[in-house]
């Protein structure tokens, strides 16, 4: 099936990270050209960058809870092609440690809500206003299921990517469609967000070293295995097509194996 996404410029924020890398070489597949965003690892985005070729491309370097830097992000990536046709809102950070919210310093809560929420909104605000001028867009922000189920310990990483999948999604898919509104040869310019699970991904490696941890989450799974970055990736194209998914917005996709919050599984399951 095509995705009619060949020639399309897709910005991906936090592209030198495994599920951004992933991102990032799924729409490389499908013709698209990209803006690699890194914040401090180049030599990741520079690796990719290689691997992508021959689909155009280009790094920026950009810390996304700097105005000035969404800004120059977004103006060299307009000025190199001339439009924007998805936005990819990828980045994003977080305290590794587990952190009890009564134990939790108030300069951990704002650097979270700047490299969450505040550099998303940010991003929006940008790519917003070049959707305004070219009359088309999408954008395709990237949550967790700790904004669905809550996360101990990570109370400040929660509840910026609650915002993100909820009030800021279903608010952005309202002003879009005002900005872009759809016409006899467009859909209309739409957002949407995916919410992944526990996914295979360097950062989470300590913690799924813990076999008996990776049962205990597994099991609350009705497909008890971890998603791969290129789960991911599909979805991400998938919402980005104004092909497959032009009657999609303001969708809030959970990619975590049909998890919920109970156990599905007895602890001696045979898996």
Not at 144 to 159: K, Q
Not at 213 to 241: E, G, H, Y
């Amino acid at each position: 099936m095509k995705t009619g996404l060949a020639e399309k410029v897709v910005l991906v924020t936090g592209a030198s990270g495994a599920i951004g890398s992933a991102i990032a070489s799924q729409f490389a597949a499908e013709g698209a050209k990209l803006v690699l965003h890194y914040r401090s690892n180049r030599k990741a985005a520079e690796t990719l960058h290689k691997r992508i070729k021959p689909s155009e491309s280009i790094i920026v370097r950009a810390d996304l809870a700097r105005e000035a830097d969404v800004r120059r992000l977004f103006s060299e990536t307009f000025r190199r092609f001339g439009r924007i046709d998805s936005l990819i809102a990828n980045a994003g950070s977080w305290e590794s440690a587990d952190v009890p919210v009564q134990k939790m310093t108030l300069k951990q809560w704002d650097s979270t809500m700047a490299n969450v929420l505040t550099s998303t909104f940010l991003c929006a605000r940008e790519f917003f206003k070049i959707v305004e001028r070219q009359k088309r867009g999408n954008a395709v922000l990237i949550s967790s299921t700790a904004g669905i189920f809550g996360e101990a310990g990570h109370v400040d990483y929660a509840s910026g990517k609650s915002a993100m999948a909820f009030g800021m999604t279903r608010t952005l898919k309202n002003e879009i469609a005002r900005l872009a509104p759809p016409a006899a040869d467009y859909c209309g310019g739409r957002v949407n967000c995916i919410c992944p699970g526990w996914t295979v991904v360097p950062r989470t490696a300590p913690k799924l070293a813990d076999k008996p941890m990776v049962k205990r989450v597994t099991a609350t799974m009705a497909l008890p295995k971890l998603a791969l970055p290129k789960d991911i990736a599909a979805a991400v194209v998938f919402l980005s097509s104004d092909t497959l998914a032009a009657h999609i917005t303001g969708t809030t996709m959970v990619i975590a194996g049909g998890m919920e919050g109970r156990l599905l599984w007895a602890a001696d399951a045979g898996f």
